[in-house]
């Protein structure tokens, strides 16, 4: 009993979820794709490209005291003010205890999703060097 009239609702909900669908349909063919359509919608390039581009140079050697990749300790204890701060500084920059480091490392065109893609390259990948 409470099937059979609960049944009718459902039957209309979906019609109109078809009917709002194919509505929505034609607006999204309106006008050809450009070429900045698509790089729009591609994700950012990955953290490790990004900081071999723009970080490695002075986050592989350890420059002026830049934390190298994957060095547990190191970022266990940068990790303590919180990740979020920690790609904040990163797209500011910052000057810290050892050295100065460069807003978005010197390259002013990466995005904030790049930043933070490389950061959290670094702090993820395992130490190799
Ligand atoms: C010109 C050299 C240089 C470049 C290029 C550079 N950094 Fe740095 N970075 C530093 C130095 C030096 C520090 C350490 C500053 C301190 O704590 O005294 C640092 C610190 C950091 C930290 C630690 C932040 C914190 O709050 O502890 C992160 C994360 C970071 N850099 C990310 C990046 C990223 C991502 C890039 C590339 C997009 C990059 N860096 C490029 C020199 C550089």
């Not at 934390?67 to 266990?76: E, F, L, N, S």
């Not at 919180?82 to 065109?109: C, H, Q, T, W």
């Amino acid at each position: 009993m409470a099937f059979k009239s609960f049944f009718p609702l459902l039957t209309v909900g979906i019609f109109l979820l078809g009917a709002c669908s194919a509505e929505q349909q034609p607006n999204t063919k309106e006008r050809p794709e450009t070429k900045e359509d698509v790089l729009a919608e591609q994700k950012p390039p990955e953290g490790k490209t990004v900081y071999d581009a723009n970080c490695a140079g002075c986050h592989d050697a350890g420059v002026a005291g830049a934390p190298k990749p994957g060095d547990k300790d190191v970022w266990q204890a940068r990790l303590a003010q919180g990740l979020d701060v920690i790609v904040k500084k990163s797209i500011e920059g910052f000057e810290g205890k050892s050295g100065v480091m460069p807003p978005r490392g010197g390259n002013a065109v990466l995005s904030d999703k790049e930043v933070s893609n490389a950061v959290t390259f670094m702090i993820d990948t395992p130490q190799i060097k």
